[in-house]
């Protein structure tokens, strides 16, 4: 190849480093496609490396044939993909965007080629004719595909519960879901969809509470939180726990409360979802703690503190606060913590407790605990291994270990007496050989306990013998429901496998259809495996069709190919493939759902629920316990144990055999995109009545996203992960943010379309309320940032209203 400093040599020589470049891609391909093909796999890489050398040779010789021979692989290559994935726009981007990107590099290296000049105009209308069609099926289909509509609103049906709440929701949001209803919903309807647009921020303040550079709180943030707001003030709590009161149409701070947590309590987040407001029965208002605020600690203390000044209840336990971990067995900072609100009911502050997941076997246990909302004193303890201890257990005795935990919010029926109890799965989330009687019954179920004695009235289980980690992370929903025997007090349940269950809340009898589906047998534990599962055949968030290996994703066929190596090598029997050590399987959906701790929102005066979702897999392997050891795959507290990872990733489960390693969502490595095709998170609206699909779509842009950790700025709705709710208005508008983009949105409920967004200061992996004062209405959001969604930390806690007199 000719040398020199002259332009004609430069491009020469950039023109022999695109042959390179292409030849180095094609020889990836070959190999990486045999491999494919060796597993069962798509012939098309292998076949399309070949391509891609000879294209590189002759290209680095300086031959127009070379780019001829790329034009053919790039126009069998359009039609491979639309044969694949048809107009599917997602689908069309790794297979035809980084393929269109080197056709223009050929394109623009056509003089440099001998024989250039006779073929150029013809390559290049051929090559401009395929990126076109590229571009406008990759693009245009993907914005106007995405969004499905099934139908209008169902007309007005009303829903709202036969239970009344103590303190109404509207100019008031006085609970965590609104009230211990959960149906996140306001009656407000200041703020519509013909006026949101004007929608401005009108206060903001700061609680103070970040990680700064605490080595201990370094990637541990996420508050999670929604605030609450009675009368005239809004109250706040942070990832540490810390509460502030602020005036409610101000921001001005009131007062702030510091419990005082240590950062080595922080378990896999700093959270704090929100704090809990009760009134004292039968004493005068302006007595002290006549109202107060109760809420959890990461370090598993009920603090109680005035509502109106936050000065502790000295009545309430041992100044102001009791310590919930007694009786559950050895601890360490971090492995027994409260991150959600607690629920009262009846006068009785009923808590649950995050154990930290995947350490051992023998993990605190899930004893749910009911305490006086006045005193503080211990009214009942429930631990289902051992029904006949009802309070405090017996000298030298603890509560029985490893038992399945409430780590989310508890729901209420004040008139029942009844607390709704969202369970998890036994500790060591992945093994079940040594789980028998009420740790197999109610693992992974919602428990009715009455209020009064902590005794179970019924239990509905949504997972049998759970080795998936499919807790229960949702809130349930009260509403009234509509039967052929007139309107049943009803519960709507959501689940991480994404299926929405309506029970009789008296009984727990199922008020729409629940079926069953077979479930694979195979894995390390065959005969801890059910024949079959049960689903809800009213309604699932859950994709109905299992992953085919067309479904593998990334920004390029080389990265897409790896995805469907792994795909084409992983064991994958469907929903509910189970365990292996041998080889990886895939768990899809993953173990952050279907629907998450955000829960969902009901509508009751137009019955509508709004149900926001993921939709990834995870990509897991069991690992024997000597290789774990080696990994350096240690509990809470072992000197000897790592730090970091995602929930999930190298959890040692020390007491079983295998510990697991979870890849959530199924990220590549290098690039750390997803190996599934977007979306990865949707939103939808359901007719609570049918359970029919009013509308779905996908819920998040893809601006803050991008290969490498680097932020596209693409606007484009992709549908990204996210963690927290939404809530609902009169108005017709949902409020929520949720995913990894930052912003927050209000959404046109009956069309599903974006009517306002905000961008925000950090993560809105919280859910927003709303409520009025002055005449006005606002809406609040905590945008506290989340690490496990790798969006930015704040302590910012904003509120949006219309301008005064527009």
């Known amino acids: 190849m000719p040398m020199g400093r002259n332009p004609q040599g430069a491009a020469e020589w950039a023109v022999g480093a695109l042959g390179v470049i292409l030849t180095l891609i094609g020889l990836v391909l070959v190999i990486g496609g045999g491999m494919l093909i060796a597993a069962g796999g798509s012939w098309y890489y292998l076949l399309a490396g070949v391509g891609l050398v000879v294209s590189g040779f002759l290209i680095f010789r300086q031959q127009l044939l070379g780019a001829w021979v790329y034009l053919a692989v790039f126009g069998l290559t359009v039609l491979w993909a639309l044969w694949e994935v048809g107009l599917d726009g997602w689908g069309l981007v790794p297979r035809v965007i980084a393929p269109a990107v080197l056709l223009a590099l050929i394109i623009a290296a056509l003089p440099v080629l001998k024989g250039g000049r006779e073929g150029r105009k013809w390559a290049i209308g051929g090559g401009v004719a395929f990126v076109v069609l590229a571009g406008l099926s990759g693009v245009v289909v993907a914005q106007t595909n995405a969004f499905k509509v099934d139908g209008p609103l169902p007309g007005p049906s009303p829903f709202a519960s036969s239970d009344p709440d103590a303190i109404p929701v509207g100019a008031d949001w006085p609970a965590y879901g609104g009230s211990y209803h959960a149906q996140r919903y306001s009656p407000l309807n200041q703020i519509t969809p013909e006026n949101v647009g004007k929608l401005e921020r009108v206060w903001s303040f700061h609680t103070g509470d970040l990680p700064g550079d605490r080595p201990a709180a370094q990637n541990k943030y996420a508050s999670e939180n929604t605030p609450l707001k009675i009368g005239d003030t809004l109250y706040a709590c942070t990832g540490k726990n810390m509460v502030v009161a602020v005036n409610a149409a101000t921001g001005q701070v009131k007062w702030r409360f510091d419990p005082g947590v240590d950062d080595a309590a922080i378990p896999y987040t700093a959270a704090c979802r929100g704090v809990s407001y009760y009134v004292v029965p039968s004493v005068a208002a302006t007595d002290p703690c006549a109202t107060r605020i109760i809420w959890g600690t990461l370090d598993a203390r009920i603090v109680a503190v005035d509502a109106r000044t936050g000065q502790r209840c000295q009545g309430f336990g041992q100044n102001g606060q009791v310590n919930t971990a007694e009786g559950m067995g050895p601890t360490v ?289 069991l690992v024997p316990r000597a290789e774990a050891d080696a990994k350096g795959w240690f509990p809470r507290g072992d000197p000897r144990a790592r730090k970091g990872g995602a929930e999930g990733a190298g959890d040692p489960q020390v007491g079983v055999p295998y510990a697991v390693n979870v890849n959530a969502g199924w990220r590549m490595p290098f690039t750390g995109l997803l190996c599934k095709e977007p979306p990865y998170g949707g939103i939808r609206a359901i007719d609570l009545k049918t359970g029919r699909q009013i509308w779905d779509r996908p819920l998040g842009t893809a601006r803050k996203n991008g290969p490498f950790g680097i932020p596209s700025g693409l606007n484009m709705e992709i549908g990204t992960p996210n963690n927290g709710g939404a809530v609902v208005t009169a108005g017709g508008l949902i409020f929520i943010a949720a995913a990894t983009d930052d912003l927050i949105r209000a959404i046109d409920l009956k069309t599903g379309k974006t009517v306002w967004t905000a961008r925000l200061p950090g993560g809105g992996q919280a859910t927003p309320m709303t409520y009025e004062v002055g005449g006005r209405q606002y809406v609040v959001i905590a945008p506290g940032g989340h690490h496990f969604m790798e969006t930015p930390v704040s302590d910012e806690v904003i509120a949006y209203a219309l301008p005064q007199g527009g």
């Open 333 to 621: 900072p971090g492995m027994i913590s409260i991150t959600s609100a607690p629920t009262i009911v009846q006068g009785v502050v009923v808590t649950g407790h995050q154990i930290l997941d995947g350490q051992r076997r023998d993990a605190p246990s899930g004893v749910i605990k009911g305490f006086d909302a006045v005193t503080g004193a211990l009214r009942w303890a429930w631990d289902m291994n051992r029904p006949d201890i009802n309070t405090t257990p017996p000298e030298g005795q603890i509560y029985t270990l490893g038992t399945p935990n409430m780590w989310t919010t508890a729901s209420g029926d004040e008139r029942l007496g009844l607390v709704y109890l969202p369970l998890g799965s036994t500790a060591a989330d992945y093994w079940s050989s040594d789980r028998t009687g009420p740790q197999l019954d109610y693992a992974t179920s919602l428990v009715a306990l009455d209020v009064n004695t902590g005794k179970p009235r019924w239990h509905f289980q949504t997972v049998h013998h759970d080795v998936w980690d499919y807790d229960l992370g949702s809130q349930a929903t009260l509403v009234d429901f509509p039967t052929g025997a007139g309107t049943t007090p009803a519960v709507v349940l959501p689940s991480k496998q994404g299926d929405i269950y309506v029970l009789n809340r008296e009984t727990g009898q199922p008020l729409t259809q629940v079926g069953t589906v077979p479930a694979p047998q195979a894995g390390l534990e065959p005969q801890m495996r059910t024949p079959t599962q049960p689903i809800s055949l009213f309604h699932t968030l859950r994709r109905q069709d299992d992953l085919t290996e067309r479904q593998m994703w990334g920004m390029s066929p080389i990265d897409q190919m790896i995805c469907r190596i792994q795909f084409r090598k992983a064991s994958y029997d469907g929903f509910y493939t189970p365990p292996e050590a041998d080889r990886h399987y895939i768990q899809y959906p993953g173990y952050n759902g279907g629907s998450d701790w955000g829960g969902i929102a009901i509508d009751p005066a137009r019955g509508v629920i709004v149900a926001n979702y993921n939709d990834m897999p995870n990509y897991n392997i």
